[in-house]
Nanobody, 129 residues
């Protein structure tokens, strides 16, 4: 069975850091472009960071540039999202999604689309003092 397993998240204070993990089960992640999406309370889900499988090119939303870092470890069949300097506006449910890597698909394409082959169940991040 093909699925995405997520871990990480929780309640953190502003300025702290967090690491979210996304692991592929039943498929090989290095054949897939992977993205992290966030749904803040009362808002639509948005792409925050995505990474291609081939050239490892990355894309970040303007609101997270300089604070979020996406990486992938194919040996662990996983993709990670390091979040530094957390802000209250980073609060939301973070979803990992995967699409089989098409040659023409960029990381930006991935993050700008809401339709993907596989979705993780989401993990909640709450930033509050």
């Amino acid at each position: 069975q093909l699925q995405i397993v997520q871990s990480g998240g929780g309640l953190v204070q502003p300025g702290e850091s967090l690491r979210l993990s996304c692991s592929a089960s039943g498929f090989t992640a290095d054949h897939y472009i992977i993205g992290w999406f966030r749904q803040a309370p009362g808002k639509e889900r948005e792409g925050v960071s995505c990474i291609r499988s081939t050239d490892r090119s990355e894309w970040y939303a303007d609101s997270v540039k300089g604070r979020f870092t996406i990486s992938r470890d194919d040996a662990k069949n996983s993709v990670f999202l390091e979040i530094d300097s957390l802000k209250p506006e980073d609060t939301g449910v973070y979803y990992c999604a995967a699409d089989r890597q098409r040659p023409w698909a960029t990381a930006e394409n991935m993050c700008e689309s809401g339709v993907h082959d596989y979705w993780g169940p989401g993990t909640r991040v709450t930033v509050s003092s």
